[in-house]
């Protein structure tokens, strides 16, 4: 029920209609009975936005694709583990008195939530780990890994990639042709392939799959990816995409609060909403 009081928060991006946020944060307001919604936004300028954000009244919101680099000038209190990602996913608004326009924080959850789901299955304290990819989300989670103490390993398509984000984050990096020689406890696509409508994809051979312990997915749509199914079928812990999405957003929604979130509830709205999506 939306009324007088309620507190809003946003998803801002473009595009944004298939977003599953919305379902997930919408959720977990519902199960705490919080007078809160959450919305999605289509911004096409970032300053812009943030600025009519923070004179609405929004509480908080969620920075996607292409705005979490953009979106950093505009931000008075920066993290600086977002200055070093060079990412901002998040951003707080304090609303110090009424009628002043709201002074605003910027965190990154995309690394903490990598780690979350990594947790499930695995302690990353002197494990190894291979990240394939080696863009914006490759970064995020590469960076959750060193920070945990996780020995980590780029490989990416285009190698140069992966040497340049390997020596900003102090890690190694391979190139494909030296993936059949190399093992790991842990190994995470961060790269879209697999992704629908090419889930008949795979980004690394079956055959290699036993050279690793966990696999971790980014990829949620399909839920199950051909990487995942073999993975499994190699003896291999899986973790899938809706993972990370979920413990990201359920760092926002306490950074939002100051409340735990309601994880359980949430990560049933994320798989209702995939399903219809
Ligand atoms: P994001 O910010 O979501 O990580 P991105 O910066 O576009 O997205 O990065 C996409 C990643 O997927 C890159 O590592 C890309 O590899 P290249 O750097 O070589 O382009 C990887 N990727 C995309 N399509 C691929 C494919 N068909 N095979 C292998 N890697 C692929």
């Known amino acids: 029920m939306i009324n007088g009081k309620t507190k809003l928060f946003a998803i801002i991006g473009n595009p944004v209609s298939h977003s599953l946020s919305p379902a ?16 999605p936004i289509t ?8 600025a009519g954000l923070r004179h609405l009244g929004f509480g908080g919101a969620s920075v996607t694709v292409p705005f979490k680099e ?12 977002a200055v070093t990602i060079g990412a901002v996913n998040t951003l707080v608004f304090d609303h110090e008195s009424q009628g002043v326009p709201a002074r605003c924080r910027g965190y990154n959850t995309d690394w903490i939530g990598s780690n979350r789901a990594l947790y499930q299955a695995i302690d990353l304290h002197g494990a190894t780990a291979l990240v394939l990819g080696a863009g914006g989300a490759a970064k995020a989670v590469a960076y959750g890994l060193v920070h945990s103490g996780t020995v980590v390993t780029l490989a ?8 340049t984000l390997a020596s900003e984050l102090q890690c190694a990096a391979i190139s494909f042709d030296q993936l059949p ?28 799959l036993p050279h690793f312990r966990v696999v971790m997915d980014i990829v949620y749509a399909p839920l199950e ?4 199914r073999e993975a499994k079928s190699s003896g291999c812990k899986v973790i899938d ?35 219809i999506h």
């Not at 953009?70 to 583990?81: G, L, R, S």
Request: net charge negative.
């Open 225 to 228: 990816t051909r990487l995942l």
């Open 241 to 275: 995409g809706l993972d990370m999405l979920l413990y990201q957003g359920a760092e926002q929604f306490s950074l939002w609060t100051g409340t735990e979130a309601p994880v359980t509830v949430m990560r049933k709205a994320l798989e209702r909403a995939l399903d």
């Open 181 to 208: 020689t190399h093992s790991a406890d842990i190994l995470i696509n961060t790269t879209t392939v697999g992704m629908s409508p090419h889930s008949d994809r795979s980004p690394i051979p079956a055959e290699l």
């Open 70 to 81: 953009e979106v950093i000038p505009w931000i008075e209190d920066v993290d600086p583990k």
């Open 43 to 50: 911004a096409t300028n970032i300053k812009e936005t943030v």
């Open 24 to 39: 997930m944060h919408n959720a977990a307001f519902a199960e705490l009975g919080m007078n809160c919604a959450y919305v």
């Open 156 to 163: 990416n398509r285009t190698m140069e990639k992966a040497v």
